[in-house]
């Protein structure tokens, strides 16, 4: 085809990963231009447990391609909802970034011999995502935990003027945007100490189901492990009806013996290992029922 256009929301970050699309899809000869979308969480200030709805980040780029303004959208997969839009499909998703999380502490803040993470005691850590707000109580119930919105880099600058003592963000996010975090302390945190959201680090690129030409160019960047891991992960997540504000940690891995998934939920930790993606999720979804009888299990 000859030209592509590319909702993206106007954020740094996805300005990067539209990009970066569009880079891969140049090289095939395909002309590019990007189109930029306000979605109702660039929009809004409020927490996110007090947003309405789901797919804050996501559904006005949705909106764009299925009414026509653009052929293609660059999502975070993390921020899709686990809803799927009638006429849109996942053509791709490329190789994903590492999905752990990131500790940033101011310097004053940091006291490497406290018990998991090395903030001090009573320090404000500064995050919005219900999934890491449960995790870290959890894991340190003496933290103060303070609402965090913005894009990156004004996370990053809330913590360099002294808002918070710490925040934790998405790793990939920060690999992607090169910031400079040298008056920081950072520690990578691996996903069996702070599980991440499912799809985490990966991208997400979708276009309209008969767009037949655009899914043919976009096939090459569709990396079939990212795939698989990502599908485990949104399918126990699609189980438990969530979406970006459900406190679900979730990650799998290729191992030699299969599928191996992780999961966080309700406090507890869960762990199962299957052959397809599918298989996996059901397995790690029948453990949480029958530990939560709240959640209702469904035969698949």
């Not at 447990?49 to 909106?63: H, L, R, S, W």
Request: hydrophobic share 40%; glycine share 8%.
């Amino acid at each position: 085809m000859d030209r592509v256009r590319i909702a993206t929301r106007g954020s740094r970050l996805a300005l990067w990963q539209a990009g970066w699309v569009r880079e891969q899809l140049e090289r095939q000869g395909a002309g590019v231009e990007l189109v930029v979308v306000e979605t109702q969480g660039d929009r809004e200030g409020l927490p996110f447990a007090q947003m309405q709805g789901q797919g804050f980040f996501t559904k006005a780029v949705q909106d764009a391609v299925l009414n026509g303004e653009a052929d293609l959208a660059v999502h975070s997969y993390k921020d899709l909802p686990s809803a799927r839009p009638a006429g849109l499909e996942i053509a791709a998703v490329p190789t994903r970034e590492d999905p752990s999380e990131i500790l940033l502490v101011r310097p004053e803040a940091l006291d490497e011999a406290a018990p998991g993470l090395p903030v001090r005691l009573g320090g404000q850590v500064g995050t919005s995502a219900v999934r890491r707000q449960a995790q870290l109580r959890q894991l340190r119930p003496d933290l103060s935990l303070k609402e965090l919105r913005g894009n990156v880099p004004t996370r990053v600058d809330k913590l360099r003027r002294g808002e918070y003592d710490a925040i934790l963000l998405a790793y990939a996010g920060l690999k992607r945007l090169e910031l400079d975090l040298s008056e920081f302390y950072t520690q990578v945190l691996p996903a069996t100490v702070l599980v991440p959201a499912p799809a985490q680090g990966a991208l997400a690129l979708e276009c309209r189901q008969d767009d037949l030409p655009l899914k043919a160019l976009l096939q090459p960047l569709d990396d079939p492990q990212a795939r698989r891991t990502v599908g485990a992960e949104r399918g126990l997540m699609q189980k438990l009806a969530g979406g970006c504000q459900l406190a679900l940690g979730a990650w799998a891995q290729e191992t030699p013996q299969g599928l191996s998934l992780l999961a966080w939920y309700g406090g507890r930790r869960y762990q199962a290992l299957a052959e397809t993606p599918e298989a996996v999720a059901e397995a790690v979804y029948r453990q949480i029922c029958a530990e939560h009888p709240e959640v209702v299990c469904a035969s698949s």
